[in-house]
């Protein structure tokens, strides 16, 4: 974060071989800062180790889909553990810039949060070969090719995160300079390297994959809807409002995905942009804070978007919590007349799509 200091005069006097005296003076407490960044660590931790202890305590959740989240959610873990205490250090000007830990702490909250985008990418990867392709969908991802993509995102994320340790970093002016993210990690890194390459383009090929996803279902259940054999005529005109009520569903359930990753995100990286793009600093403290809290808050986001909205999950998390199971019943109109058939219970059992689309579905 840059100092309280918004001039231009500001950044023109870093220019200077002399030593400002803004960088002698000691950062104040935000205690209200700190304390939004100490409950997103602890629900983070709750909510994300909720999910790993579900998947560890029961065997029907050791799925492909299941592995991604878990490696999700060990990133969102270690941002509550490790990204979100450093920043609060570095609002508090500790350490200081000439420091030894002071670039490898700086390094850590980019290689976090660039695991945890990657392993969005990689479960809208999952969910794309399940709807696109689901009678070769355990040949693509068998447990060692699952096993493969998930060490591979993460020794990416480490190899993008720790490029300014190799010296795409700021230069201390002087030995008191707090050990801000800003005063460490160039402009020129965030946008030109991070933000173009590894977030936008991300954030393209989900909104890409969502695209194709919720069009490829959305034409599998009209499909199965209205050209069912095992569907009568007369209930016909009756499943058509539970499948456009199933359409609805997803486009809001994949809207909330994208939003939330946009409202997270972009805020910080457009601040960057801006500040790179122009002579002053003149984006007020106060909205760099909100941005970064926004970030960080993406570790408590993911786990409800993405595991509190799966049935499996919510049952296994009531066992956990000691909690009664309770039954999931349908819509009082999900089902046709007495005298026709339940056509959505057989494609439950027997049918390939109807399995994929119970996962993919929330609520189903």
């Given at each position: 974060m840059v100092p309280t200091s918004n001039s231009c005069l500001w950044k023109r006097?870093?220019?200077?071989?002399?030593?400002?005296?803004?960088?002698?003076?000691?950062?104040?407490?935000?205690?209200?800062?700190?304390?939004?960044?100490?409950?997103?660590?602890?629900?983070?931790?709750?909510?994300?180790?909720?999910?790993?202890?579900?998947?560890?305590?029961?065997?029907?959740?050791?799925?492909?889909?299941?592995?991604?989240?878990?490696?999700?959610?060990?990133?969102?873990?270690?941002?509550?553990?490790?990204?979100v205490p450093s920043a609060i250090l570095s609002d508090l000007g500790i350490p200081l810039r000439t420091s030894p830990i002071c670039v490898p702490m700086t390094c850590s909250l980019l290689v976090l949060t660039q695991a945890s985008?990657?392993?969005?990418?990689?479960?809208?990867?999952?969910?794309?070969?399940?709807?696109m392709q689901p009678l070769s969908y355990n040949v693509f991802l068998r447990p060692a090719r699952v096993c493969q993509m998930i060490c591979g995102s993460w020794v990416l994320a480490f190899a993008v995160g720790l490029v300014p340790m190799m010296g795409w970093n700021k230069k201390p002016k002087c030995d008191s300079t707090p050990c801000m993210f800003k005063q460490v990690i160039k402009d020129t890194y965030i946008v030109y390297f991070n933000f173009l390459c590894f977030i936008l383009v991300p954030l393209l090929i989900m909104l890409v994959l969502y695209g194709q996803i919720f069009w490829e279902a959305r034409q599998q259940i009209r499909r199965w809807a209205v050209k069912s054999p095992e569907v009568a005529p007369e209930c016909r005109d009756k499943l058509r409002p539970v499948t456009l009520r199933k359409e609805v569903r997803t486009a809001f359930s994949l809207g909330l995905l994208i939003l939330a990753f946009c409202i997270c995100w972009l805020p910080l990286y457009a601040i960057n942009c801006y500040e790179l793009f122009t002579d002053c600093y003149t984006v007020p403290g106060y909205i760099t804070k909100i941005a970064i809290i926004l970030s960080h808050a993406n570790s408590v986001v993911n786990p409800a978007l993405y595991v509190f909205r799966l049935r499996s999950f919510r049952f296994a998390l009531r066992r956990a919590l000691g909690c009664p199971p309770g039954q999931s019943r349908p819509p009082k109109d999900y089902w046709c007349a007495p005298q026709c058939p339940q056509p959505v219970k057989k494609n439950k059992d027997h049918g390939t799509l109807g399995k994929e689309m119970n996962t993919f579905l929330p609520g189903i």
């Open positions: 006097n870093w220019t200077n071989d002399s030593c400002p005296s803004l960088c002698s003076i000691p950062a104040n407490m935000d205690i209200p800062y700190i304390t939004v960044e100490v409950l997103i660590a602890v629900l983070a931790l709750f909510s994300n180790g909720l999910v790993c202890g579900s998947v560890l305590r029961s065997g029907k959740l050791r799925t492909v889909t299941n592995s991604f989240l878990v490696s999700l959610a060990v990133a969102d873990i270690l941002v509550g553990v490790v990204v985008i990657f392993g969005l990418l990689l479960i809208s990867v999952e969910r794309f070969i399940a709807v």
